[in-house]
T-cell receptor
Framework: KAGVTQTPRYLIKTRGQQVTLSCSPI?????VSWYQQTPGQGLQFLFE???????NKGNFPGRFSGRQFSNSRSEMNVSTLELGDSALYLC????????????FGSGTRLTVV | QKEVEQDPGPLSVPEGAIVSLNCTYS??????FMWYRQYSRKGPELLMY????GNKEDGRFTAQVDKSSKYISLFIRDSQPSDSATYLC???????????FGKGTSLLVTP
């Protein structure tokens, strides 16, 4: 059974550019959430989608956005990149959190130079 | 004050030792409690998942939740060098959509 797949694994971008990260959840999982992980702040919630609807958004600036497609795949976009956006971006999917919890992908490591 | 507090360690133990990892939290609405293991340059791997209070055992791992004290624990028996990783606690309320994570505890099991 395939896990949560995130692409690309690594990215290097320049300040001011924008970036799009992709997440394919486990088959059948309709909830997809995104987290930013940094050494200083740990894992911080970005947003959560269910059936193409954003149900919750974390405390991040509007430069961070996302969407979910009808096949549950999700993308997140960061515009006007800043040095502080350098982080590991993690995607998690869930079928039924009461039973299975959340399964994470390996993440996309974004470096902004 | 963060909603979830976790000692960052590092914690170093000899192979075969029993390891105790802990988190405290302040939000009484949290109902689902998870422990994740994260190796360097990998995503978090779900180890244990508990609803409300009580104990749960899976192989060498035991998770405990004490909601009255707002305290959760993960015990690892017969620890192995392959258990060396960062352990993250996470929790979420019934109505919430965002996992709240501790900062993680770095564990090193030495042969």
């Amino acid at each position: 059974k395939a896990g949560v797949t995130q692409t690309p694994r690594y990215l290097i971008k320049t300040r001011g550019q924008q970036v799009t990260l992709s997440c394919s959840p486990i088959s059948g999982h309709r909830s997809v959430s995104w987290y930013q992980q940094t050494p200083g702040q740990g894992l911080q919630f970005l947003f959560e989608y269910f059936s193409e609807t954003q149900r919750n958004k974390g405390n991040f600036p509007g430069r961070f956005s996302g969407r979910q497609f009808s096949n549950s795949r999700s993308e997140m976009n960061v515009s006007t990149l800043e040095l502080g956006d350098s982080a590991l971006y993690l995607c998690a999917s869930s079928l039924n959190r009461e039973v299975n919890g959340y399964t994470f992908g390996s993440g996309t490591r974004l470096t902004v130079v | 004050q963060k909603e979830v507090e976790q000692d960052p360690g590092p914690l170093s133990v000899p192979e075969g030792a029993i390891v105790s990892l802990n988190c405290t939290y302040s939000n009484s609405a949290f109902q689902y409690f998870m422990w994740y293991r994260q190796y360097s340059r990998k995503g978090p791997e779900l180890l244990m998942y508990t609803y409300s209070s009580g104990n749960k055992e899976d192989g060498r791992f035991t998770a405990q939740v004490d909601k009255s004290s707002k305290y959760i624990s993960l015990f690892i028996r017969d620890s192995q060098p392959s258990d060396s990783a960062t352990y993250l606690c996470a929790m979420i309320s019934n109505s919430g959509y965002a996992l709240n994570f501790g900062k993680g505890t770095s564990l090193l099991v030495t042969p």
